[in-house]
């Protein structure tokens, strides 16, 4: 899960003034958690102490109502005024579902129970077949991960199951990324139009800084896809205690979430 988080800080500040290269500062001046990270937490939260992961993602939003980055205006018009009994999810494909499922790859021992549990974490407002279908993936890359199959054995799982593209290289996204999507879609804070784009800055990184610095390379909604990337190359490669370290160091100004967080890897792993 820290994984993801990390990619989150690192991207943080490159989400709306995107750079197209590997060669940048890795804690950047200025860098912080977003709204990724938040609700990353509040799913850890939800699979730690149960109930109904709705609850959890209105009350972090409530309770930290601007982050870095801000919500979207779908998520922040459902959180304001979130109603056990009356909210109802809004039919997204955003790619908010992808960036808070990584906590459901660590939690879950088999691909149905991840099918299952990322489905639920997402089908609360994301309740899109592609808003799911993200979440569904990214979950699946970290529990495969964990088991160690190999990075082709994942690549060709994921692209049979969710019929994404995962065919062309980080060199070859790049300088046809942006914002809107691949050549210009205009589908980059979707799921569909993003997640992909993550997995393949995951598989073909050498280790967990290179994944990110790929992540942030490509453009686009650079925190979540660095938060999306982050969580899968956590569990491929580990992350160095030097960068595990700095990153915490940014959670640590709420004591809340370092709680949820250390309690969460306890429990559940981390690598």
Not at 20 to 25: A, H, L
Not at 44 to 52: M, Q
Not at 171 to 189: A, F, N, T, V
Request: glycine share 12%.
């Amino acid at each position: 899960m820290l994984g993801a988080i990390i990619g989150d800080i690192v991207g943080s500040i490159y989400e709306f003034d995107n750079i197209k290269t590997k060669d940048f500062p890795f804690f950047g001046k200025g860098v912080d958690y977003t709204d990724d990270s938040f609700l990353t937490i509040a799913t850890a939260d939800w699979l730690l102490h149960g109930g109904c992961a709705a609850d959890y993602y209105a009350r972090y939003a409530q309770s930290n109502p601007d982050p870095m980055g801000s919500y979207g205006p779908s998520f922040r018009a459902w959180a304001r005024d979130y109603s056990p009994e009356t909210s109802r999810p809004y039919g997204s494909c955003g790619n908010g579902s992808a960036m808070r499922v990584s906590p459901v790859g660590w939690y879950c021992n088999s691909m149905e129970e991840i099918s299952e549990k990322a489905k639920e974490s997402a089908e609360c407002t994301h309740n899109h077949p592609e808003g799911i279908k993200g979440a569904q993936a990214t979950a699946l890359c970290i529990y495969l991960a964990r088991r160690g199959y190999e990075k082709p054995t994942i690549k060709k799982i994921i692209e049979d199951e969710f019929h994404y593209d995962l065919s062309l290289t980080v060199d070859e996204i790049r300088p046809r990324y942006s914002w809107e999507g691949l050549d210009g879609k205009g589908d980059g804070g979707t799921c569909q139009g993003s997640v992909p784009e993550a997995i393949v800055c995951a598989l073909e990184a050498t280790d967990y800084e290179d994944a990110i610095r790929n992540a942030i390379s490509i453009g686009g909604d650079s925190d979540t896809i660095g938060c999306i990337t982050g969580s899968i190359a956590e569990p491929l490669y580990g992350i160095p205690d030097d960068i595990r370290q700095k990153g915490l160091g940014y959670l640590k100004r709420n004591e809340g979430f370092m709680k949820v967080v250390t309690e969460f890897e306890s429990k559940y792993g981390s690598r």
